[in-house]
């Protein structure tokens, strides 16, 4: 039997309650549910993600969300609960499960608890400053509107409930053998701290209602007014989004500042004779084992991303950086096209996926940059969906530093003459010959296009020392291998606290476990 806090008598903070009859509700439901299952198939038909928060009083929140899922199709919705007993994975990104959980097209996700929930806590147990919590709301701030240009429809609901209403609603449960399991002494610890809420909520309500992501608070003290209001608010505002009266309109593009060439001051002469090139391999893949060892035991996680121009050596230069690791600690994801089932999910959706758990390795053979290079040259993203991935993938490489991820970004260049010299000796090379493609040919056709948007690239996200650019000379393909370790390496040691300080971005109480 859980022991029961007692709480200081409070003075009648209620006004006048909203009602609802049981008559009126049996009445209105059945028009509510049919309206929702036919929204729901139009979503799907659409194409259309939906994401719906059940935010406030832990008394009540499960309640609604439990009678949101029994009026929908359960085989269109997902059901995501973020408080109570969830806690995350403590060897992955505070962020991951949010990720994770996200909808795809044409389903809607519903969240008991979310984002806020943890950051909520920390927040009421003084756990955090009320500035490293308003710099995480306006994190928050930035994913939802991420997600909302992106085209998922983010509806926020906060359900309210005063302290003598939450106090009620405890002891009710309590004393419900059935529900009882639903309280707990951090349910009554969080009554204690009731005062501090209004001003918490305040913040959220200021920093993080949006056009993008709004909040609608509803009165939770009576439970067939607040299913109803919930529900009927969901059909409204998802017809409203099919009838192409979306809430929120992407501002128009920012122009950019144009970018310095970064590549043309490469020198691109650098090279290592036979001899100093095996030494130097050598030493740096010691270096290396130790180091990523001395991570892996630490728990301090690593993301390398490699990029580079078409047969600029990135293969042969992961697998040296292979060889010197332990292969249960480290992963090699190839990134081409996304596939059907990604495309279904806002794009950095399947890179998260791959982010490594404490101690561990990803390396990225092609990466995120994808969406600002070929997708930017090709057409396959818009100008605005692709301006607006620089500040997209900025942050997502914050999130990981702020959670202690080594983070290390390489670009392999060479000259355009280098190039052909390769692409014709695969040509020429029976066992080469399948590296060489149509798409390789084409590729090179837009070497100048390529050529900007990889400057501009560089200038719009080398954001050191958090998550740093590192160009690399592949004329000479001995030298990038080693350069490119010898680089890894410099890094890891300045994580590990063995090297000069870089400066990396301080851990900021994000939304998650601990």
Same mark, same amino acid.
């Given at each position: 039997?859980?022991?029961? *806090? ?18 009126? &509700? ?9 309206? !929702? ?22 008394? #009540?929140?499960?309640?609604? !969300? ?7 199709? =359960? ?6 609960? &973020? ?27 519903? &969240? ?29 701030? &930035? ?39 639903? #309280?707990?002494?951090? +349910? ?22 949006? =056009? ?38 992407? =501002?128009? =593009?920012?122009? !950019?500042?144009? @970018? ?17 090139? #095996? ?39 992961? *697998? ?5 690791? +332990? ?48 997708? *930017? ?22 999130? !990981? ?31 080469? /010959? ?29 954001? /050191? ?14 030298? @990038? ?19 000069? +300080? ?5 851990? #900021?109480?994000?939304?998650? /476990?601990?």
């Amino acid at each position: 039997m859980n022991k029961r *806090r007692k709480t200081k008598p409070r003075r009648d903070e209620r006004g006048p309650e909203p009602v609802m009859s049981r008559k009126e &509700f049996d009445a209105l439901v059945p028009q509510l549910r049919t309206e !929702l299952l036919d929204l729901q198939r139009a979503l799907r038909d659409a194409g259309k993600p939906v994401v719906v928060v059940i935010g406030g009083a832990d008394a #009540v929140k499960s309640d609604t !969300l439990n009678a949101l899922n029994g009026w929908l199709d =359960p085989r269109g919705t997902d059901v995501n609960a &973020f408080g109570g007993t969830f806690r995350a994975d403590p060897a992955r990104p505070r962020f991951a499960p949010y990720w994770d959980a996200l909808p795809r097209q044409g389903r809607i996700g519903l &969240f008991c608890g979310s984002w806020y929930t943890p950051l909520v806590q920390h927040r009421l147990e003084r756990q955090i400053s009320r500035k490293k919590f308003l710099v995480s709301l306006e994190r928050i701030a &930035f994913f939802e509107r991420m997600l909302a240009e992106s085209g998922v429809l983010i509806l926020k609901f906060w359900l309210g409930l005063d302290r003598q209403a939450q106090k009620a609603r405890l002891k009710a449960l309590s004393r419900d053998r059935q529900r009882s399991w639903k #309280v707990n002494d951090d +349910d009554w610890k969080r009554l204690d701290l009731y005062d501090r809420y209004p001003g918490i909520i305040g913040d959220i309500m200021v920093h993080t209602d949006s =056009p993008a992501a709004p909040w609608t608070i509803v009165d939770g003290r009576d439970d067939r007014y607040r299913h109803y209001t919930t529900g009927r608010l969901l059909a409204d505002m998802v017809s409203t989004r099919l009838n192409g009266g979306a809430p929120y309109s992407p =501002p128009a =593009p920012v122009e !950019l500042p144009q @970018a310095d060439d970064h590549l043309g001051a490469v020198d691109l002469t650098r090279m290592l004779d036979g001899q100093e090139y #095996v030494q130097r391999l050598a030493l740096g893949q010691a270096r290396l084992r130790e180091l990523s060892t001395a991570a892996f035991l630490r728990g301090i996680p690593t993301v390398l991303a490699f990029e580079g121009w078409d047969a600029a050596g990135k293969g042969s230069t992961i *697998r040296r950086i292979v060889e010197a690791m +332990d292969a249960r600690s480290v992963r090699v994801i190839p990134v081409g096209a996304p596939t059907e089932d990604e495309r279904q999910y806002h794009y950095l959706w399947r890179f998260w996926r791959h982010v490594p758990r404490a101690g561990h390795t990803t390396i990225f053979d092609r990466s995120w940059y994808g969406r600002v290079l070929v997708e *930017r040259v090709e057409g396959f993203a818009t100008d605005r969906e692709w301006q607006r991935a620089y500040q997209e993938i900025n942050d997502f490489e914050l999130n !990981l530093a702020s959670d202690g991820v080594v983070i290390a970004k390489f670009w392999l260049h060479m000259s355009p003459e280098e190039q052909l010299r390769r692409f014709e000796d695969r040509q020429n090379t029976s066992y080469k /010959a399948h590296k060489i493609t149509e798409e390789d040919w084409r590729n090179r056709a837009q070497w100048d296009a390529y050529y900007a948007a990889v400057n501009d690239m560089l200038a719009h996200t080398d954001r /050191a020392p958090a998550a740093p650019w590192f160009v690399i000379p592949s004329e000479d393909k001995r030298y @990038a291998r080693v350069k490119a370790i010898e680089t890894i390496c410099d890094q890891l040691e300045r994580a590990l606290g063995k090297g000069q +300080d870089t400066g990396a971005v301080p851990p #900021v109480q994000l939304p998650g /476990a601990r």
